[in-house]
Each structure stands twice: as structure tokens, then as C-alpha cells.
């Protein structure tokens, strides 16, 4: 029996990563059944209404025309600057082969040199990386170059900052042939000298999101793979389509994941295989002991109205002046909002779907010095299939 997207995020989850390579194709031909021949309740779930779509590549253009995808590159990187500092205290000869002495600190770690696997190969026939428009040059390039290609194309791009925009123009965006006008940059408010998560950094954009149907939110130091965040992006929408024009709720939240033993980002899932918990041991201030299942590889796909709808009512529910945020669970210390609060609650209410076809070395990333060379071990891997 053919499964269905309803199938592969709830029950047989497990089946899911075997169909990774046409999760796209059949989004479409669930989306384009769902759609002819019913009046769907509007454009924010459908786009085109009534339109029946080619190809993937026609689907996929519409939806990114909708959609904001949302790169966070303004955490304080309090490890990585640990690790820096410690690798620089080392005498030259002791030194990791990857420490870049020359590498300012105060740069953001979203650019901080690493190996480049993006570009073609010399004599592949392709005129440029896995994105349309530029060819990186040979070397290093910037970490978060990696969570910037995977999202290219895919969406408007919002770039959650604490300054260096230009550094970021000249040596990500524009080697990867991403133009000015297609990205936006905040600048994440930091009111008690440090920010306060991504939720705030998500809320602090809010009134930019609501501008579109959906969200991807990925993070600038994960080995992200394009062919997982448009799988997620294409299924919410086609599960969303058959939803609308059946008179069910709609799903607000598609999680790609991947098993892993000991997640620190633990998924627990009911006996219909939906989401109903997540843990963050960081955000709780406790591990979870969890022995093995699926976490997040890092990556979000919201409904954009879900989402600021949510942002909004934790910042009303749980903000305090002159302290931050006092939400229930999270570490008291860290006066944090993050989107795991969100997707929480989503999933409590069954608002929320995982789709594992996440790939393992997506969950590698590079939060200090020392976690470069998996980094690019993993990246080598993720890029390499987003080349094919």
C-alpha cells in the first residue's frame, strides 16, 4: 500500500527517510489532488488556488514566494569564544590545524572560516555550486554559508544579526549569488546585555513574518541539507491542502529529524506518531536521559500566522519587565524565550508533525573550535548530495 504524507509523519515515520528522494514529488501530487476541483478555504494554505502544478520546480517557486526563511546568527557564542580563547593560549605547534589565529573574536562564529564543499567540482560540467548564480571560490568560506545555501531559493531570507552585515554581503551572500534584494537583516535587541533566544529573536521579526504563509528557521552554524528543509516545506503545505479542503485543522508545525542515541533534543512521540514533547537540555537547565529516538536536525517549518500568533502570546503570557522571560519549564537563571517553547506547546495541542528524513550528519555542528572537523566531515556529505 502507497503511504501517504499523513502516513510518513504520524504512523510510519520510520518508512520516512527511505522516501527522501521523492518526498517532493509525491508533496506535489498530494497537494494537486487535494486542490483541483475544491474550493480551498484560501491562499495562505494553498497559494495558486485551484491551480494544479507541473513539477516540483513550479510547486517549489510558489511556495518560496511565500515563504521567509529565517537564519539566526546573533547567539552570544559564549563556547565558541571559550574555545578560541583556549586554542589561542596553545603555542603555535600545539595549536588545532583549523584555528585560524588571524580570526577576530568579536566576529560573529557564523563567520568563521572552514572548508568549502559547496562549489562544483573542477570538470563536473556545472557552472556553479548546488545554488544557481555564483561559484564559491576554492578554500574556506564562512560556516554559516552552509545554512544560508541550504534556504537559498527556497524563500525570502531574514538574517537575525548583531551587526557585521556587510562582512556577511561580501563573503557569504555574495559568492553564493545571493542579491541584495533578496535577503533582510534584523538586528536582535539585547536588553539586558544579552540576547534573550530565538523566540525573542523570532518575535523581535514578527511583524515581517505575518507577511508570509510560511517560516523555515535554521540556525548559521548547522550542516543543513536543502533537500530536508524542502521536503518539510513542500509536505506541511500538501498536508495542509488535503486538510483545508477535508474541513481539518491544519498542522502549524513540520520537524525534520533523525535517530540518534542519547539525543540532547529528545522528540517523544504518542502512540499515533505525533510529536506530544520536546526536551532541550540547555533551555531546561537539566538532561533529559533519553537513550536513543529522534531529535530536530535543526532546522523549523512553521505556518507563518501560527507562528507570530504563538510569539505574540508567549511574549504577553511570560515577559517581565526589567528581568525577560519567566516561562514555565525553562531555566530560571536564563530569562530565555526559545522557539522549542513554542514548538512545545504546539505539540501538546497536536499542532505539530515530524518528518524524519533528516540525514545523521545534520546533526553536527559547529559550536566550538573543536567541533570543526565533523563539522566539515558531515557538510562534505550533506553538500555532496545537494549537488547530485
Known sequence: MELSLEDLSGKRHDAAFARRADIAELALAERNAAIVGNDVVGNDVVGSRGKAFASVAEYSADIAARTCALTLLAGAGSRRLSSLEAARSLGPAERPAWFDPSFDPERPRGLYPVRDF??????????????????????????????????????????????WESEIDREILEPLGISLDARLYHTQDAPFGKPLGHGDAAYQCRDILRNYDYVIANFGGDANSRRTILSSLLALDAI???????????????????????????????????????????????????ASGYTN????????????????????????????????????????????????????????????????????????????????????????????
Open 240 to 290: 495542509n491542502a488535503r486538510a483545508a479542503a477535508e474541513g481539518r485543522g491544519l498542522v502549524d508545525l513540520m520537524m525534520p529529524a533523525a535517530p540518534i542515541a542519547g539525543p540532547a533534543y529528545p522528540i517523544v512521540l504518542d502512540e499515533e506518531g505525533l510529536p506530544r514533547a520536546f526536551g532541550h537540555e540547555k533551555l531546561q537547565g537539566h538532561a533529559m536521559g533519553r
Open 297 to 388: 536536525v535543526g532546522v523549523r517549518v512553521y505556518r507563518a500566522g501560527a507562528l507570530v500568533e504563538r510569539l505574540e502570546s508567549f511574549k504577553k503570557r511570560y515577559w517581565k519587565d526589567g528581568e525577560g522571560y519567566a516561562i514555565p519549564g525553562n531555566d530560571p537563571a536564563g530569562h530565555e524565550f526559545a522557539l522549542d517553547n513554542v514548538d512545545a506547546e504546539l505539540a501538546a495541542e497536536g499542532r505539530a508533525r515530524i518528518l524524519a528524513v533528516g540525514r545523521s550528519e545534520e546533526l553536527t555542528p559547529a559550536k566550538t573550535l573543536g567541533d570543526i572537523p565533523a563539522f566539515e566531515r558531515a557538510a562534505s556529505v550533506v553538500a555532496a548530495e545537494d549537488l547530485t
Open 118 to 163: 559547496l562549489r562544483a567540482r573542477p570538470g563536473d560540467g556545472r557552472d556553479g555550486g548546488r545554488i544557481p548564480g555564483g561559484r564559491i571560490p576554492g578554500g574556506r568560506i564562512p560556516v554559516a554559508a552552509y545554512a544560508l545555501a541550504a534556504t537559498d531559493g527556497l524563500g525570502m531570507h531574514l538574517i537575525v544579526v548583531r551587526g
